[in-house]
């Protein structure tokens, strides 16, 4: 875990904590972040990381708790090996992550975007920071 807010080169200090798994050398491609606001923080009840492209954490939430598995997926110029060693601990990390029953809306959301040929994914376009938050918990 790699620690946010620490003033570096005139950086501001910030509320937040940064968990990173990445490469160690240099190279600067690959890797994943997940921010805490200092308030999520204290939800974190913990986190694994496991290679450079792959994180999970685990966050207590008020109903039920919530695992994030945060990924970046190979390009489609890497080696077959590499794609198929990524997808395989992918795989393996969602089967040892605890399930829970879907309520009604998350089927049919499931349903439609099944039989539609339709992704779920986050956006790829650029935001206002004040629009970069994507999920705070309630408590």
Request: charged share 30%.
């Amino acid at each position: 875990m790699k620690a946010g807010g620490e003033d570096q080169a005139g950086i501001e200090p910030t509320q937040e904590r940064l968990l990173y798994s990445g490469r160690e050398d240099d190279q600067h491609h690959e890797g994943v972040t997940v921010i805490l606001r200092k308030v999520t923080e204290k939800c974190l009840m913990k986190w694994k990381l496991i290679n450079s492209r792959l994180m999970r954490i685990r966050m207590k939430g008020k109903h039920i708790n919530i695992t994030i598995i945060q990924c970046y997926a190979p390009t489609n110029d890497s080696e077959e090996e590499s794609k198929d060693a990524f997808y395989d601990q992918l795989e393996a990390e969602l089967e040892s992550t605890p399930r829970h029953e879907m309520n009604n809306n998350e089927e049919r959301l499931l349903e439609f975007c099944t039989t539609d040929d339709v992704v779920i994914r986050g956006t790829l376009f650029p935001h206002q920071e004040i629009y970069k938050l994507i999920w705070c918990s309630p408590n």
